[in-house]
């Protein structure tokens, strides 16, 4: 089974050998090294490790915290990590979700985090019925009077909730959109984003387009993503969307592919709905000799 260690250090004056070294007596023998806050979300490393991550495969840090901050990020990435069939290892914590009792503790992570959020829902309902019948009026006074001062802190704060709320699922979109504009149509860029995710979880292009305007705006993304792709040929359209999967899993099989292309609801070649390894090693092919695979 393989093991694909990851080592997160915050500073360019910290040094992740002795994680590496941790990881290499584990037996890791690939190794993923970032220098970025655990707080931040949406590394660029870490998001490349879960999107080539596959069946089979741990991912192993030496602790949980340089994986995750928060408990709710933890669960997140071990999530996406069970639903590519790969588990997660930490070498100094009681974690390891290949085997019963690493998932047992996980469920009771899990069960505690939801009723710590479950205590503050509580709580702040209690505070609140409390001023009321003190005849306190909640919210702040100067959004009351509608001050300028007020109302930009306002902006400000619901801007950096939805860039966290970004950051949160920047590994679902970010690293598609960075290898697929603009030389690919926001229609299908949207489709590929979209085929590997949950009915919940999936974006509608609007959305889409305005988280990348604010990763833009923020310098995460380049302006060129939002230049205007260029005219394809409606025979080259489905070898562009099949080397687009296979560039973001070069390991992946030709009946996953097939999957994925279901799921988008493309049609063969023949338009079909029903996508068959050979069609699919036929676009590969074509995509090789249009110059859209390495």
């Known amino acids: 089974m ?7 250090v915050s500073t360019e004056d910290q040094t992740p050998l002795p994680q590496t070294q941790a990881l290499k ?14 707080g931040n979300r949406a590394r660029p490393v870490l998001a490349r490790v879960l999107e080539r991550i596959g069946k089979g495969d741990t991912l192993v840090v030496v602790r949980i915290d340089r994986l995750a901050r928060s408990l709710s990020h933890l669960l997140e990435v071990i999530e996406r990590l069970e639903d590519r069939g790969a588990f997660f290892r930490s070498l100094q914590d009681p974690i390891d979700t290949a085997s019963p009792q690493g998932k047992f503790t996980l469920q009771v992570l899990g069960a505690a985090a939801e009723f710590e959020r479950a205590l503050i829902r509580e709580r702040t309902r209690a505070g609140l019925a409390s001023a009321r019948t003190k005849g306190r009026i909640g919210g702040n006074p100067g959004l009351r009077a509608r001050d300028p001062a007020a109302l930009r802190k306002l902006r ?11 950051g949160e699922s920047a590994q679902d979109w970010v690293p598609h959109v960075r290898r697929l504009r603009p030389d690919m149509a926001w229609e299908d860029v949207l489709r590929i984003v979209n085929a590997p995710l949950p009915p919940d979880r999936r974006w509608t292009q609007s959305r889409l387009l305005r988280a990348v305007k604010a990763y833009v705006r ?17 025979d080259d359209r489905l070898p562009a969307i099949v080397a687009a999967i296979k560039g973001a899993d ?9 999957d994925r292309l279901e799921a988008m609801r493309e049609r063969t070649p023949r ?6 390894p050979s069609s699919v090693k036929m676009l590969l092919d074509r995509a090789r000799r249009l110059g859209l695979i390495g």
């Open 25 to 38: 007596a584990a037996g890791c023998a690939e190794i993923h090294e970032e220098q970025a806050s655990g």
């Open 250 to 258: 070069p390991d992946i099989t030709l009946q996953a592919i097939c």
């Open 271 to 276: 338009g079909r709905t029903s996508w068959q």
């Open 218 to 234: 923020d310098g995460f993304l380049p302006e060129t993503v939002l230049g205007r792709a260029g005219r394809r040929q409606t």
């Open 156 to 166: 400000l704060a619901r801007l950096d909730g939805y860039m966290e709320r970004l």
């Open 2 to 8: 393989p093991l694909i260690g990851y080592a997160r």
